[in-house]
């Protein structure tokens, strides 16, 4: 009996420009791993029939992307505690025959400050989340777990971190405050941590443009948008002398616990993985490609 190869993918629609397969590979190569993962795009209509293909079609997992991941989560077996929590799953394993899920974009964001700005956590009074899509749940709850004393959701559209707040269970409790842009100065003054979520700042999109002055000199400032890496948020901070970090960590910090229960080895994230993301990025960023992690 011959036993093939784990292969593994990232489903999504679009998914065509996804880095996942280009981390993925080069955590095989570098750990000489058999084993592939490559891109499958599947629009919205077919995704549960090639879910519940996957493990025929020779799969031992995937990540799911962009539009796919509250479907993803509505068709799995069981769930881990996270994504649970969120409602949503980006990695998915078979235990037993069962279709597992989990959602790794809170341990990807959380690994990425671990990294980038060690004991970030230490004391968060405030968090200021801009957004409020898929991309903000996330942060939101990774915010909360590590201790933030209030998150402060703002968006354009009220109502939507009005459903973000009512969706992690919160209420009006007074952990999640929301609030529409104009809220956004009286916030800021008291921010430790501020975080953009929002697609504001990749090419063609408007710049997001933040009056920082209010902020703390203390506050750290990040943003899930990676393309460009130096956001127009974060440039705004630097030159104000506030902590940053760009989002291309997250990207690579969601990836490992998926690499490890496919191909049976932890991978790390290495400045080596970041040199090649970084030259792929400036090879493409402006034409084409995932610009942030959604
Ligand atoms: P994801 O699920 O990947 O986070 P999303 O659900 O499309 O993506 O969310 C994108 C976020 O960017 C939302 O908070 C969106 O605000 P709305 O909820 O009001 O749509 C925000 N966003 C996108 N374009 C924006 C713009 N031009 N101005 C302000 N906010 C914007």
Known sequence: MTISAPRACVIGWPVRHSRSPLIHGFWLRELGLAGSYVHAEVEPENFASFINALAENGFVGANITVPHKEAAFLLCDRHAPMAEALGAANTLWFEGGRLCGDNTDVGGFLGNLDEAAPG????????????????????????????????????????????????????????????????????????????????????????????LSAAPASALVTDIVYVPLETPLLAAARARGLRTVDGLGMLLHQAVPGFERWFGARPRVTPDLRALLIADLDGHAAASGERRHG
């Open 120 to 211: 970030w956590d230490s004391r968060v009074e405030c968090a200021v989340v801009l957004g409020a899509g898929g991309a903000a749940r996330a942060v939101v709850h990774a915010l909360l777990l590590r201790g933030a004393r209030q998150c402060v959701i703002i968006n354009r559209t009220p109502t939507r971190a009005h459903e973000l707040r009512s969706r992690l269970g919160l209420g009006e409790t007074g952990a999640v405050v929301v609030g529409g842009w104009g809220d956004l100065p009286q916030h800021l003054a008291k921010a430790d941590v501020i975080v953009n979520t929002t697609s504001l700042g990749m090419p063609g999109e408007p710049a997001l443009a933040v009056d």
